[in-house]
């Protein structure tokens, strides 16, 4: 599953957005295993790579979102830390998130030490 | 910042100043129409008057003195009145200004003939009519009658009580002006009914049918040069009230008048029993009256319901350019969630430290614009921003992206709940930005362990944000001199708030930027 470096997931589907979180990852010495777009792909990937902890961007292209893709995820058997960056924090959403048992909730904007700090707190050392 | 946005007229008279007050929403023009329409009815029954002297009196043609053989005459002395009260009422009713000298005689000529008519007819038992001008008319019908006198004098009083506005004054003359229609009124229907039963009343006796048409004319002239006075105000409005009642006067008038008019001639041709004519008169009344209010009540209710829907358009129409608000300030907190992106990818492709640095420090100032926009849109009113949990969430953000923890430093931040706009709060929040940025870089250089304190007080328009330090001193950085990026955008954001800022040395470095003056208690 995991070598000595923890894998990351990346999902956001604003490209420079993801590669900026993928970039914030790789400078702290971590594997970025997948860029996601869609709740789909996220699906999909995880499977394939099992990662350690997936920055998940809560609004995404396509009917479901990160949530959806959160559950799926942990439905299909794996345990990654999920940490949920979202644009907008209404009362509804929130809820959503918060019952899907997170390991942090970031509202944009992040920023780069925010992330890292947020990261170095959630992955297993 | 007394009297701003104030230009209601001065209410000379308070307690009669009605709650909706209806004068204020006619219009000039309506006004002016108003005024013009009083005119042409003084001209109108000026005419009448001077083709009754002219024509009847002085050529003789029974038609125009009379108007039906078994009427009254239009007396010579009631016609010359009517002439010169008219003339006072149009000089009075806009156009051209005249002298006032000339109304004002007009009718003094008016009121004291009126009066020395009545006053000889009912004390001295003489008609001065007859002494001036004999008719061959034994039954004295060709005379000046007492209401004619009457409605002289009511007339007069009219013109000369409109001496500008002033709520007595305008309830007097609206009221006075009534009066004198319903005399006129009541003539003119007992004519169109039964003349002798008119000429049976003594007050009555005498009044020329062309007579109560031009009062008729003269008290409405008298009410419409002053749309704007008392129930006039109602009667001529632009509102929904107003069009009622004008749509509903035809109707008023013509109904009891065709009713009671039935009815006499049903009891002119001895049709059922006198009482039960009465009963079938009042009770198509009742149903007319009713069927009227039932067509105007629905009228009512589809104004209201429009303007339901009309309300419902524009809650809908306010609730959308809220979303699309939402939405904008959301793609521009995403744009600069885009722009700090971009920037540390650059900066990850540097290898100069300073480089390196300047990058991180712009980073850090965009985030702070990102950071207002989201608190706006957390908060949901777009007109202003929670300053306080906004400037906590700025420290925060601030003491982690300098890694205070790691370094030893403990940061505190203290404020007091207040709000103010999007313009103050990003200067406040990049003042704040910059202020510890400068202290986190210089401050505990050297130190193993050190706080900053970032304190809020806010009261009125006062507000007062200080940050302090213990550390090292600023040494040769003062603030105001030039010295780095930082300070030249301190003294700017200073000068946006046009505020103050003040620094001292002592134990470390505070830093207070003041906007506004303290009120009351110190601070």
Redesign the interface.
Same mark, same amino acid.
């Given at each position: 599953m995991s070598n000595d470096q923890h894998q990351v997931l990346v999902v956001e589907d604003n490209m420079i957005t993801a590669l900026y979180y993928a970039s914030v990852v790789e400078v702290m010495g971590l594997k970025v295993c997948g860029k996601a777009a869609t709740a789909e792909q996220a699906i999909a990937m995880a499977a394939n790579t099992h990662p350690a902890a997936i920055l998940m961007d809560v609004r995404l292209r396509g009917s479901r979102d990160g949530i959806d893709a959160a559950e799926s995820i942990r439905e299909a058997g794996d345990e990654p830390r999920i940490i949920y960056i979202t644009g907008s924090n209404e009362p509804e959403t929130m809820k959503r998130m918060n019952e899907s048992n997170p390991a942090a909730i970031l509202v944009k904007p992040v920023m780069a030490e925010q992330l890292e700090r947020t990261l170095r707190k959630v992955l297993p050392h | 910042m007394a009297g701003r946005g104030s230009f209601r007229p001065l209410n000379r008279n308070p307690r009669w100043e009605d709650p909706l007050s209806d004068r204020l929403t006619i219009t000039p023009a309506t006004v002016r129409a108003y005024r013009r329409a009083a005119r042409w009815m003084a001209v109108a029954a000026a005419l009448i008057a001077a083709v009754s002297l002219i024509g009847g009196t002085l050529l003789g043609i029974p038609a125009l003195h009379q108007v039906f053989p078994d009427f009254s005459h239009m007396a010579p002395s009631t016609a010359l009145l009517i002439v010169l009260v008219c003339s006072a009422v149009y000089l009075t009713s806009g156009g051209r200004r005249p002298l006032r000298i000339i109304p004002l005689t007009l009718i003094a000529v008016t009121g004291a003939v009126a009066v020395a008519q009545l006053g000889l007819y009912f004390w001295s038992g003489i008609n001065l009519e007859l002494y001036l001008y004999r008719t061959a008319d034994p039954a004295g019908l060709g005379s000046m009658s007492p209401a004619a006198a009457f409605c002289f004098c009511l007339a007069v009083l009219c013109v000369a009580l409109d001496q500008g506005p002033g709520r007595r004054v305008e309830h007097l003359y609206a009221g006075v002006a009534a009066l004198g229609l319903c005399i006129a009124l009541m003539d003119l229907i007992a004519y169109s009914f039964d003349v002798k039963a008119l000429y049976a009343v003594e007050l009555f006796r005498a009044m020329a049918v062309h007579a109560a048409f031009c009062f008729l004319l003269i008290f409405l002239a008298l009410l419409c040069r002053r749309p704007t006075w008392s129930w006039m105000a109602v009667a001529t409005g632009p509102l929904n009230g107003s069009t009622a009642f004008r749509r509903m006067l035809p109707a008023a008038i013509l109904v009891p008048w065709l009713f009671c008019w039935l009815g006499l001639q049903a009891s002119n041709r001895a049709l059922l029993t006198p009482n039960f004519r009465l009963v079938l008169v009042a009770a198509a009344c009742i149903v007319v009256l009713l069927a009227v209010l039932l067509i105007n009540g629905r009228r009512q209710n589809l104004v209201s319901a429009l303007r339901s829907q009309a309300l419902v358009d524009l809650q809908t129409a306010v609730a959308q350019r809220d979303l699309l608000l939402r939405e904008v300030y /959301?793609r521009v907190?995403?744009n $600069? &969630? $885009?722009v700090?992106? !971009?920037l540390? !990818?650059q900066s990850?492709k540097i290898e100069s430290q300073q480089a390196r640095d300047a990058i991180h420090t712009t980073? &850090?100032r965009i /985030?702070m614009l990102?950071?207002v926009h &989201?608190m706006i $849109?957390?908060g949901g009113d777009y007109d202003s921003v929670d300053l306080n949990t906004f400037l906590k969430d700025v420290v925060h953000?601030l003491a982690?992206?300098f890694?205070a923890g790691e370094r030893g430093i403990q940061v505190t931040y203290g404020g007091q709940p207040t709000r103010c706009t999007l313009e103050e709060a990003i200067p406040l929040g990049l003042l704040t930005n910059e202020l510890m940025s400068n202290t986190f870089k210089h401050a505990f250089e050297g130190r193993e362990s050190g706080r900053v304190d970032v304190t809020l007080t806010a009261r009125g328009d006062f507000l007062r944000l200080t940050v302090a330090d213990n550390g090292v001193g600023r040494g040769g950085r003062p603030i105001n001199g030039r010295i780095s990026l930082g300070s030249d955008i301190i003294r700017a954001l200073v000068a946006q708030l046009d505020g103050s800022l003040k620094e001292t040395a002592e134990n470390g470095t505070r830093i207070e930027v003041t906007i506004g003056q303290p009120a009351g208690v110190d601070l």
């Open positions: - | /959301h907190k995403n $600069l &969630q $885009l700090e992106a !971009l540390l !990818l990850q980073r &850090q /985030h990102g950071m &989201q $849109l957390e953000s982690g992206a890694g």
